[in-house]
Each structure stands twice: as C-alpha cells, then as structure tokens.
T-cell receptor, first 108, second 116 residues
Framework: GIQVEQSPPDLILQEGANSTLRCNFS?????LQWFHQNPWGQLINLFY???GTKQNGRLSATTVATERYSLLYISSSQTTDSGVYFC??????????FGTGTRLKVLA | DTEVTQTPKHLVMGMTNKKSLKCEQH?????MYWYKQKAKKPPELMFV???????INESVPSRFSPECPNSSLLNLHLHALQPEDSALYLC???????????????FGPGTRLLVL
C-alpha cells in the first residue's frame, strides 16, 4: 500500500514565525487533503489539493503530484495553530491513508 | 452545512458491556467511515460504507460491528471490548467513496472511549 511520511515530526515555533510542513507519498494519488487536529481531537479540513497551489489566509499548500510530495506553509503563526497536522492521500477507491503527522507547538 | 455529529463525546465501559457509537451527517454524502486513533498516532481506517453497503473492513475484530441504517446514519456497536481498544473513534463522510477525485472528507468530533 501507499506509504505517507511527514516531516518534521515535531516543531516548536515562536508566535509570528513561518514554517513549512512536508508530506511525501510513495505512489500516485488522486486525492490529497491536509487536516489540522486541534487539542480536543477534532480534525479540521485545511485543503483539498491533489495538485497545484491553494491559499487560505495565512495558510497555503502546494502539491507536486509527479514528484509525490505536498507542502503546507504556515505564515505568521499564532498559538491557535498548535496541534497536529496530517496529510491524507487516496490512491484508489475508498481508502484514505493518513501520514505520520507533524506536531506543532506555537509559543506566545 | 459541513457538519458531522457523533454521540456520545465520551464513553467509559467495562469489558462485558454492550454499547453503541452514533454518527450522523446531513450533507447528502453517500460514503461514511469509521476510524480509530490511538494517542500520538494517525487515524487508522476501520470500515467504509458506500451507498449503505460495507465496502471495506480493515480486518477489524468482530467485537466491533458497524451498521449503516440509512445514508445519513452510521453506528458502531461495541461488545466485549478489551482495554487496548481504548482510543478516539472518529466518523467521517464524503460525497462518494468510489470517486477518486473531487472529494473532501469531513470528520466528526469523535468519541473518546475508555475500556476498563
């Protein structure tokens, strides 16, 4: 099956700093999503981005499907950005596979 | 409305109990999913229902029994669980599980289960 690795596994930032999170996947995918899991466990959709670039406020994402990676950019980080960031991919029908996650802590 | 609801939020049960987790969505989605998430791990797929039929069972023990009574509801029946089954159980839905593209998965807030 498809392997999905994220880096870095852990990240600590000062408020206001920028960061880049990476998601590498081992095979072709036709669906890729980025999620933020808040401290209460809720998974919040950030982007549906199987290819190309999207922006939403301080967040943006780029997926280069031919090179099998996706990047999530967080600018001017805030303490509310803390949590775990997951990418999830889908290679065939039905099954989503989650990456290993990046645990982000933003310090005030 | 992109909301998926789950009840209960928390559940404590003994190993001999029978309980059920419930999930509901009103987005007209035809695919619904159960995931299990242990602490500090990513969610792991358990079951997928597509058009109210079970499409995927990821070799889940029979003490977990899913049910999809209609296109808006998904249940997970629990019986004779073990302490290692304690986890966050997440429900999700999407437009159509068989469609590879143009599909966003939406998650409920989860049920935190503790098995004593």
């Amino acid at each position: 099956g498809i392997q999905v690795e994220q880096s870095p596994p852990d990240l600590i930032l000062q408020e206001g700093a920028n960061s880049t999170l990476r998601c590498n996947f081992s095979d072709s995918v036709n669906n890729l999503q980025w999620f933020h899991q808040n401290p209460w466990g809720q998974l919040i959709n950030l982007f549906y981005i199987p290819s190309g670039t999207k922006q939403n406020g301080r967040l943006s994402a780029t997926t280069v499907a031919t090179e099998r990676y996706s990047l999530l950019y967080i600018s001017s980080s805030q303490t509310t950005d803390s949590g775990v960031y997951f990418c999830a991919v889908k290679g065939g029908t039905y099954k989503y596979i989650f990456g290993t996650g990046t645990r982000l802590k933003v310090l005030a | 409305d992109t909301e998926v609801t789950q009840t209960p939020k928390h559940l404590v049960m003994g190993m001999t109990n029978k309980k059920s987790l419930k999930c509901e969505q009103h987005m007209g989605h035809r695919a619904m999913y159960w995931y299990k998430q242990k602490a500090k791990k990513p969610p792991e797929l358990m079951f997928v229902y597509s058009y109210e039929k079970l499409s995927i069972n990821e070799s889940v023990p029979s003490r977990f029994s899913p049910e999809c009574p209609n296109s808006s509801l998904l249940n997970l029946h629990l019986h004779a669980l073990q302490p290692e089954d304690s986890a966050l159980y997440l429900c999700a839905s999407s437009q159509d599980a068989a469609s590879g593209s143009q599909e966003t998965q939406y998650f409920g807030p989860g049920t935190r289960l503790l098995v004593l």
